[in-house]
C-alpha cells in the first residue's frame, strides 16, 4: 500500500525559509506531487519529481530521494499569501488508473 | 491551465436523502476522473476513479452502494451520495489530468461542501 507521511503544522516569518518534508512508504511509486490548498479551496499544483534530485520553479523548489523514500518542498522568501495547506502525493499505483495519493498535508502559518 | 468545474459548490441536505454532485473537464477529454473527500483539518482521501464507460474502481473501504459513480462520457462524471447522514458531511472534489502519463498535472474541480442535517 502507500502511505505518505508528513509533519502536522509548521510556522514561519515572512521573508524567511521553510522545508515541508514528506517521507513515504509505497508499492509501485513513480514520482512525487506536491500541492498548495488554501482553506476552503481546490488544490493547486506546485511541483512534481520523477527522479531524484531537486525541481526548480521560482520561489518554490521540490526534492527528492527515491532510494532514501523521501522528499521536501521548499518555500522561499515567505509571503503572507502563502499560508495555506501543502500536501504531497504519489503517483502511480501500476495500471492505467494514474492516480494520486495524497499525504497527511502539512498547514503552514506564515507571520509578520 | 485546464479547467475542472464542478457543481453544486455547496449542499444542505436532509438525512436521507441523495445527493448528486457533477464534475466536468471543460476543455479536455478525461477518460478518468477521480473523487476524493476531505473532512476538517485533514487530508484528501481518494474515493474511487471513475472510468469513462466502465465501472468506477473503488477504494478500500468505500462502500459502492452508497456512494454511486458514473462517467457518461469523457467530460462528465457524476458522484451520487444515496440515502446521505450526517456522518457523509465532508468537502467532496474530483479531478482529472489531461494525459496519460504520469507526470501530467491534476486539475481539480472547486470542490462540494456537503451537510447532511
Known amino acids: 500500500g502507500q502511505s505518505l507521511e508528513q509533519p502536522s503544522e509548521v510556522t514561519a516569518v515572512e521573508g524567511a525559509i521553510v522545508q515541508i518534508n514528506c517521507t513515504y512508504q509505497t508499492s509501485g511509486f513513480y514520482g512525487l506531487s506536491w500541492y498548495q490548498q488554501h482553506d476552503g479551496g481546490a488544490p493547486t499544483f506546485l511541483s512534481y519529481n520523477a527522479l531524484d534530485g531537486l525541481e526548480e520553479t521560482g520561489r518554490f523548489s521540490s526534492f527528492l530521494s527515491r532510494s532514501d523514500s523521501y522528499g521536501y518542498l521548499l518555500l522561499q522568501e515567505l509571503q503572507m499569501k502563502d499560508s495555506a495547506s501543502y500536501f504531497c502525493a504519489g503517483s502511480g499505483c501500476g495500471g492505467a488508473t494514474n492516480k494520486l495519493i495524497f499525504g497527511t498535508g502539512t498547514l503552514l502559518a506564515v507571520q509578520p | 491551465g485546464a479547467v475542472v468545474s464542478q457543481h453544486p459548490s455547496w449542499v444542505i441536505c436532509k438525512s436521507g436523502t441523495s445527493v448528486k454532485i457533477e464534475c466536468r473537464s471543460l476543455?479536455?477529454?478525461?477518460?478518468?476522473m477521480f473523487w476524493y473527500r476531505q473532512f476538517p483539518k485533514q487530508s484528501l482521501m481518494l474515493m474511487a476513479t471513475?472510468?469513462?464507460?466502465?465501472?468506477?474502481?473503488?477504494e478500500q473501504g468505500v462502500e459502492k452502494d452508497k456512494f454511486l459513480i458514473n462517467h457518461a462520457s469523457l467530460t462528465l462524471s457524476t458522484l451520487t451520495v444515496t440515502s446521505a447522514h450526517p456522518e457523509d458531511s465532508s468537502f467532496y472534489i474530483c479531478?482529472?489530468?489531461?494525459?496519460?502519463?504520469?507526470?501530467?498535472?491534476?486539475?481539480f474541480g472547486q470542490g462540494t461542501r456537503l451537510t447532511v442535517v
Open positions: 471513475s472510468n469513462e464507460g466502465s465501472k468506477a474502481t473503488y
Open positions: 476543455d479536455f477529454q478525461a477518460t478518468t
Open positions: 479531478s482529472a489530468r489531461m494525459g496519460a502519463t504520469l507526470n501530467t498535472e491534476a486539475f
